[in-house]
T-cell receptor, first 113, second 114 residues
Framework: EDQVTQSPEALRLQEGESSSLNCSYTVSGLRGLFWYRQDPGKGPEFLFTLYSAGEEKEKERLKATLTKKESFLHITAPKPEDSATYLC??????????????FGKGTKLSVIP | ETGVTQSPTHLIKTRGQQVTLRCSSQ?????VSWYQQALGQGPQFIFQ???????GRGNFPPRFSGLQFPNYSSELNVNALELDDSALYLCASSLLRERGETQYFGPGTRLLVL
């Protein structure tokens, strides 16, 4: 069964304190790994797509990396506005010609001023 | 370029009733997917529509059904509502390709079943 596990469930950081979020997956036929940010009561906001082991993407204070079994979202010198739930999803085939995203439960990040 | 929109934002129904949720996809996208997100959980895939046909479905019963229209809009219908159907319902639109599809989500509809 395809699985996506995110850790930790929750993370509290002081402003400026860098850290990493983990997403481990066991899927067959990975067609991409996605990171989304979700604010309370809102829809997920797209951050990154990674397709191949060794690939890295950066955006402001965020950097996503991918290996064959897991992905990391590194947050450098976070600010309070980075507080949100970060969701990891893998894109897998769900039928002939169709794909679905399978999500982890997310990591709730709180950045304290 | 307008983003994905959903209506209504909030909805309260009673057990056994039927509900229709609406989504307007991003212009140029040919695919819409629907997800259910319970509190504290990640979104769960319900189904996907491509060019007005259902072409993928998650582990949801047949009382969850949908439509996609030529003007990029879509509907999610849920019959015989149960208490466990209370959740945030998200639609996401994308341009389906073998590689490079990115799903862009709407703000969601919060459904409460009493």
């Amino acid at each position: 069964e395809d699985q996506v596990t995110q850790s930790p469930e929750a993370l509290r950081l002081q402003e400026g304190e860098s850290s990493s979020l983990n997403c481990s997956y066991t899927v067959s036929g990975l067609r991409g790994l996605f990171w989304y940010r979700q604010d309370p009561g809102k829809g997920p906001e797209f951050l990154f797509t990674l397709y191949s082991a060794g690939e890295e993407k950066e955006k402001e204070r965020l950097k996503a990396t991918l290996t064959k079994k897991e992905s990391f979202l590194h947050i450098t010198a976070p600010k309070p506005e980075d507080s949100a739930t970060y969701l990891c999803a893998v894109r897998i085939k769900s039928g002939a010609g169709s794909y679905q995203l399978t999500f982890g439960k997310g990591t709730k990040l709180s950045v304290i001023p | 370029e307008t983003g994905v929109t959903q209506s209504p934002t909030h909805l309260i129904k009673t057990r056994g009733q039927q509900v229709t949720l609406r989504c307007s996809s991003q212009s140029g996208h040919n695919t819409v997917s629907w997800y259910q997100q319970a509190l504290g959980q990640g979104p769960q895939f319900i189904f996907q529509y491509y060019r007005e046909e259902e072409n993928g479905r998650g582990n949801f019963p047949p009382r969850f059904s949908g439509l996609q229209f030529p003007n990029y809009s879509s509907e999610l219908n849920v019959n015989a509502l149960e208490l466990d159907d209370s959740a945030l319902y998200l639609c996401a639109s994308s341009l389906l390709r073998e590689r490079g599809e990115t799903q862009y989500f709407g703000p969601g509809t919060r459904l409460l079943v009493l």
